[in-house]
């Protein structure tokens, strides 16, 4: 399974081609992918920009009578503040706007390298682009594979860990799901919650951005997705491939990687137990998880926990010093409508992400045609594993 996004933060649509996924999976753009939409423009402390977009996707092929057929599936999303970027994003020759033309490279983004890359003097050839907007585009398609993980009795979740140094102190619960949601920075703790909300409006005052770090979880994973055998087939390596391909990403740990590595092995390995009880995953028990579900590049059947740390966004109201990629004089960084941050938001962004690089694990390992045939040798698989 691939798929390929198309499209700037400010033209007409983003466009996505998603192959390779199989048929006979129930779908509805209304009710799996534009619920995904709008909670990706949500999060206290995103900008208007939020408000201007309604996302919502159009199927163009692969789906019919709710379901999809196997053929590639391709996505239309359209951007409703084009409208209001006719004259700066016209295509036709000789039109260029030359007088709103952006050259003031702003730090910490794509701005000033993208330009020296592709050759650009109006670094918004480059912006448009680089731009997080794309983002929607790669929701959309998460949103098909978390379906299809739903189909397998897989759930995903995700919350904010800490955000701007403020850190929760209450740890997270499967059961406390609906808590999480109708928290404005998705953080179980009500009290680091207030304070994350104040830091924000701060922010916002200040003119300033503000990152943070954000969990990302699934649970039902079958053992054995991924492999120990292949350097880029190591589960764990496609998923920081696919989490560091994100905008504003600058770190991922599986588990509590970092603060392991100050641990000796004793209090970090997880010690494996065999019991009669049969569970769903099999007699091989875990009573701990200091591994974030992932062995040698492959589920081991616990949770799977993915930590994500999200810089802040470049974008200041109160710009950084920065060159005029033209007069190669001192000025202040341009400035674009953007968010305070995005890290509650994000959160959405990478549980789809990583649902995608779940799904081609499933796909790789069971097969890519059909849902009902791959339903088959799951089950079959699990009485294997049951009775290894």
Known sequence: MRYLTAGESHGPQLTTILEGFPSQVPLSAAEDINPWLEKRQQGYGRGRRMQIEKDAVEFLSGVRAGRTTGAPITLQIINKDHQNWLEI?????????????????????????????????????????????????????????????????????????RLAGIASAVPFDWDKLEEIEVSPVRCLDKNAAEQMIARIDQAKTDGDTLGGILEVRFRNLVPGLGSYTHWDRKLDGRIAHAIMATQAVKGVEIGRAFANADLPGSSVHDAVYYRDSVPTQGHYQRDTNGAGGLEAGMTNGEDLIVRVALKPIATLMKPLPTVDVVTHQAADAARERSDTTAVPAAGVIFQCVIATVLTEAYLEKFGADTLPEIKERILEYQRFVEQY
């Open 89 to 161: 994003m016209d295509v036709t020759a000789g039109n260029e706007p030359r007088k709103k033309a952006l050259t003031a490279a702003r730090p910490g983004h794509a701005d000033l390298v993208g330009g020296i890359k592709y050759r650009h003097k109006d670094l918004r050839d480059v912006l448009e682009r680089a731009s997080a907007r794309e983002t929607a585009s790669r929701v959309a398609v998460g949103a098909i594979a978390l379906k299809f993980l739903s189909e397998l009795g897989v759930r995903g979740a995700n919350y904010v860990d």
